[in-house]
């Protein structure tokens, strides 16, 4: 009786995987070809920025309030341990890659996207 609860188990662990793989196909083909898509979550309002150059506590204080002057950002999270930092924008608002990289550039930052 225990091999076929085990059998059960796994089969239905595997149909679960299957669905969420189906899932996971039709909201990708929903995306515009060229877009990426985040199986995870939607993120639209997120973006991660690799930052070259940022090596102290300073730094990321420097970078922190850099963006939060900008209107459209919600929050920053920066990482000194993955050289990177996390933007959440205000909903419908966003800073084109050039505004980013010129605040970066600014606080003597190259960025990468």
């Known amino acids: 009786m ?3 609860s085990l059998y059960f188990t796994i089969f239905i662990g595997f ?3 299957v ?3 189906a899932t996971t196909i039709k909201k990708a083909e929903d995306k ?3 877009q990426k898509f985040d199986s995870s979550k939607e993120k639209s309002n997120i973006l991660e920025v690799g930052v070259k150059g940022m090596v102290c506590a300073f730094c990321a204080q420097g970078i922190e309030k850099k963006f939060m002057q900008q209107k459209e950002v ?3 999270l920066v990482s000194l341990e993955n050289k990177k930092i996390t933007i959440t924008f205000k909903p419908g608002q966003r800073l084109t890659n050039i505004k980013i990289s010129s605040l ?3 606080s003597g930052y190259e960025p990468n996207f």
């Open 32 to 34: 515009p070809i060229g």
């Open 19 to 21: 669905s969420d793989a």
């Open 104 to 106: 970066l550039k600014e």
């Open 15 to 17: 149909m679960g995987f």
């Open 74 to 76: 919600q929050a920053i």
């Open 2 to 4: 225990k091999t076929v």
